[in-house]
């Protein structure tokens, strides 16, 4: 029984130690991520974006994204149309004004984005 008893904490522990870890990961990638968008240039005019840039182009695609999905759930009830996956998002740039896509899995900008 006290074996038993100690490999549920195992379990348990190791459980939590795999969550923690995600938890952290998914922290450290949305860090750098923005930290990387924070440091590229608008291919335009060369201003770099800067943090406060990143942070609310990302802000701004999150609340677009639930948009989507409170749209499409009223509508359709269905999703098939969201890429979850897809990590890109619009930059616009503080200076200029010029827009382009940051690829936050390549960590890079997408300057030509077929029109849809
Ligand atoms: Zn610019």
């Keep these: 029984m006290k074996y038993f008893i100690l490999t549920l904490e195992v379990l348990f522990a190791g459980f939590f130690v795999l969550v923690g870890c995600m938890v952290l990961f ?65 930059v616009e740039c503080p200076r200029c004004g010029h827009q382009v896509y940051y690829d936050a899995s390549e960590k890079k900008l997408v300057p030509e984005v077929e029109a849809k």
Excluded at 28 to 53: D, M, N, S, V, W
Excluded at 57 to 72: C, F, G, N, T
């Design 26 to 90: 998914g922290l450290i990638e949305t860090f750098r991520e923005l930290r990387t968008l924070a440091q590229l240039r608008c291919p335009r005019c060369k201003a770099t974006y800067g943090r406060a840039t990143a942070r609310r182009s990302k802000a701004q695609y999150k609340s677009d994204l639930a948009d989507e999905i409170r749209r499409l759930r009223a509508e359709v009830g269905e999703y098939d149309d969201i890429d979850f996956f897809s990590h890109e998002w619009p």
